[in-house]
């Protein structure tokens, strides 16, 4: 079974996160963004999710970081919880 790693930013509107995405395009440091932006607990971590397999995250989570390509800011992801940038750090 796949397994991943992965780190994210969880904010309450698409035009934030479309927002702290460009901010990261142009050379903001991921985990700094989000420290200062995400309302997930995992900002503590720069947004580190560790390791998990398909179906431990919600499934548009999953989608994203089971398809998408390794090491680029994806998002937003919307999710009930609100919209995420996902950066995939690993993939095995």
């Not at 560790?50 to 999710?79: C, H, I």
Request: aromatic share 8%; net charge positive; hydrophobic share 40%.
């Amino acid at each position: 079974m796949p397994t991943a790693s992965a780190r994210h930013i969880l904010v309450a509107t698409e035009e934030k996160c479309l927002q702290l995405k460009a901010e990261i395009e142009a050379g903001a440091d991921f985990a700094e963004v989000a420290q200062r932006n995400s309302s997930c607990p995992s900002r503590m971590r720069g947004g580190d999710l560790g390791a998990f397999r398909p179906g431990q995250m919600v499934k548009e989570f999953d989608v994203v970081v089971f398809s998408g390509e390794v090491g680029k800011v994806l998002g937003p992801v919307k999710t009930q919880f609100g919209y995420h940038l996902v950066e995939i750090t690993r993939r095995w």
